[in-house]
């Protein structure tokens, strides 16, 4: 009898402890979407800090002086704790795939296949990036060559 008792307890104990721990997950999806977007915030206010600094491809991740396309994204999402892998190609592999009608601000865009650009997406149909002059811009990705070179987003 007190076996049966115990082992009833125990199952009354566990259905509950399930019962809170999945309200508490649910109650929890707001607030984390809602950091997400703080994050996206940041790391765009971030990025437009560097408008205009110069572009030198390879540039090293060790320097502000001047970037790449993946060392800008990579230093900009470093500075909210995201790490990035060096190479535009390589970052198109991490987080996962947005399709264009999905994009969100904080969002990595592509260019090209095989990928050689990246940029950070900021809304409106506009990214954050750098190439060539006049270095870290704002370009619109629905419209010239952008949009004739767009490949894909990523979510990380």
């Not at 704790?81 to 264009?100: C, E, H, I, N």
């Not at 994009?103 to 090209?112: C, N, R, S």
């Not at 940029?119 to 990705?141: A, D, E």
Request: hydrophobic fraction near 35%.
């Amino acid at each position: 009898m007190k076996n049966k008792f115990g082992k009833l307890m125990m199952s009354v104990t566990v259905s509950f402890s399930l019962l809170l721990g999945g309200t508490a997950v649910l109650q929890a999806t707001p607030a984390h979407a809602a950091i997400s977007a703080s994050k996206a915030s940041g790391i765009i206010s971030s990025a437009k800090q560097y408008m205009g600094r110069p572009y030198k491809y390879g540039a090293s991740t060790s320097t502000t002086r001047y970037f790449d396309c993946s060392s800008f994204t990579k230093r900009v999402f470093a500075m909210h704790g995201v790490t990035l892998p060096r190479s535009s190609k390589a970052q198109s592999k991490v987080g996962s795939y947005v399709s264009k009608s999905n994009l969100k601000p904080g969002d990595l865009v592509f260019f090209y296949k095989p990928v050689h650009h990246v940029g950070i997406y900021i809304g409106g149909g506009k990214i954050i990036h750098t190439y060539g002059s006049p270095g870290v811009t704002i370009s619109t990705i629905n419209s010239g060559w952008w949009k004739t070179h767009y490949a894909f987003a990523r979510r990380v």
